[in-house]
């Protein structure tokens, strides 16, 4: 909030001075630089900026809000979206005043106030491109460091699998055992008879002599 003035209103009453200054800051945006006293200039100044700050939030409440103060939606418009855009990387100073001289005729001392509309400087560039490499960077770090973490859970998976192979091996033998006690079981009797068959057959060709 800029800091209460203190002496003597601009005008008679402090709806006038609201006004007045209302006025002034609709004049600034839609022409981007006018020519006033440097007591105006500089109440001035606090009250734009102000109204600055507002389009550059830009929700419909910062609207609305600078919509009670200015009455003309062209220049309200104008200032949500031409200048707000235009002063998206100033954090501030959106308004400069240069004095002029005194006025012809009542000698009173002259100013004009001005939209700072210009690109931000190199060295706040650099600060920024700095800025958002510093965020890249950490970006890709935290992007590094879960990676091996998604890589660890297959790992886990493979060992399962791997610990769940002897079992089936196991498995796999004990149905094979059986089998195998199976087929010896009945070689057993086919051994039997080939024994017995010769004995039979010689016991024959003794009787047949």
Known sequence: MPTPTKGPRLG??????????ANLAAALFEHKRITTTVTKAKRLKPYAERLVTFAKR????????????????????????DIAQAVENRDGGYTRITKIGNRKGDNAPMAVIELVLEPVSAKQAVVAEATSAAKRDADKKEAAAAAPAAEEAPEAEVVETE?????????????????????????????KKAAKAPAAKKKDEDEAK
């Open 163 to 191: 610990a769940a192979a002897p079992e089936a091996e196991a498995e796999v033998a004990t149905e094979e055992a059986p089998a195998t006690e199976e087929a010896a079981t009945e070689e057993a009797p086919a051994a």
């Open 12 to 21: 008679g009453g402090p709806a006038h001075e609201r006004l007045m200054l």
């Open 58 to 81: 830009g929700d419909l409440a910062s609207r609305r809000r600078v919509l009670g103060l200015i009455s003309n939606k062209g220049v309200v418009h104008e200032l949500f979206t």
